[in-house]
């Protein structure tokens, strides 16, 4: 392979702090944070990035760079990196629920290998109303894009067209029940109408005192 180009100051200084919020914070920040934690523009980042690809400093897949590969200087994934990047789509609630946000707020890197299926997204958890099947406030729950719900399946579920929350899911002959994990909540019903299933939850990627694991 041919040797790499050398990186120029503002490049490398880049690189090190993508390193970094890989390896240590297990996320990529949108542009928009990078932007602002680095002092620079957004133009300015996604040069950057482009720099380090054409150098052969790292690898991206599809048009917006929901992949990311650091690679090492024979062109492969560095060490055992098999990150994936997925959109974190604004605030999720367990317990009360809170205004859906449809747009992104950053993104969440997790292993491929654990977590397959197109166009996964994370939504942040608020509230302890899943906490008895290990879902906790502050948790990034990994979704798969779904409208519908097998009984007692954990889902992201829309309520009223304005609502988002998780929880457990039930359909039951005259209404569809939404079963929180936790016993200092009651269960709540809804019409038929009043229920938009957004997608399952297959993962979590604990908060700063906890680990990532998967959901059956």
Same mark, same amino acid.
């Given at each position: 392979?041919?040797? $790499?180009?050398?990186?120029?100051?503002?490049?490398? &200084?880049?690189?090190?702090?993508?390193?970094?919020?890989? $390896?240590?914070?297990? &996320?990529?920040?949108?542009?928009?944070?990078?932007?602002?934690?680095?002092?620079?523009? &957004?133009?300015?980042?996604?040069?950057?990035?482009?720099?380090?690809?054409?150098?052969?400093?790292?690898?991206?897949?599809?048009?917006?760079?929901?992949?990311?590969?650091?690679?090492?200087?024979?062109?492969?994934?560095? *060490?055992?990196?098999?990150?994936?990047?997925?959109?974190?789509? *604004?605030?999720?609630?367990?317990?009360?629920?809170?205004?859906?946000?449809?747009?992104?707020?950053?993104?969440?890197?997790?292993?491929?290998?654990?977590?397959?299926?197109?166009?996964?997204?994370?939504?942040?958890? $608020?509230?302890?109303?899943?906490?008895?099947? *290990?879902?906790?406030?502050?948790?990034?729950?990994?979704?798969?894009?779904?409208?519908?719900?097998?009984?007692?399946?954990?889902?992201?579920?829309?309520?009223?067209?304005?609502?988002?929350?998780?929880?457990?899911?039930?359909?039951?002959?005259?209404?569809?029940?939404?079963?929180?994990?936790?016993?200092?909540?009651?269960?709540?019903?809804?019409?038929?109408?009043?229920?938009?299933?957004?997608?399952?939850?297959?993962?979590?990627?604990?908060?700063?005192?906890?680990?990532?694991?998967?959901?059956?």
């Amino acid at each position: 392979m041919a040797k $790499r180009s050398p990186l120029t100051d503002k490049q490398r &200084h880049f690189l090190t702090y993508l390193e970094r919020e890989i $390896r240590q914070e297990d &996320h990529i920040p949108s542009l928009r944070q990078a932007a602002a934690q680095m002092g620079v523009s &957004h133009t300015a980042v996604a040069q950057m990035l482009k720099a380090l690809e054409d150098k052969g400093y790292l690898r991206r897949e599809g048009r917006y760079s929901r992949t990311i590969h650091l690679l090492n200087p024979t062109g492969e994934t560095a *060490g055992p990196q098999r990150w994936r990047e997925i959109p974190v789509i *604004g605030q999720i609630t367990a317990g009360l629920p809170m205004y859906a946000q449809e747009e992104w707020d950053g993104a969440l890197v997790i292993d491929r290998n654990l977590y397959h299926g197109e166009n996964l997204f994370a939504l942040r958890v $608020r509230g302890d109303s899943m906490k008895d099947v *290990g879902i906790l406030s502050g948790d990034l729950a990994v979704c798969e894009p779904r409208q519908y719900a097998g009984n007692g399946e954990i889902v992201v579920a829309l309520i009223r067209n304005e609502e988002a929350t998780v929880k457990r899911f039930f359909l039951r002959p005259d209404h569809i029940e939404l079963k929180p994990e936790n016993e200092a909540y009651e269960p709540t019903r809804y019409g038929f109408s009043e229920v938009l299933i957004q997608g399952k939850v297959i993962g979590i990627q604990r908060g700063p005192e906890g680990i990532a694991h998967t959901k059956p």
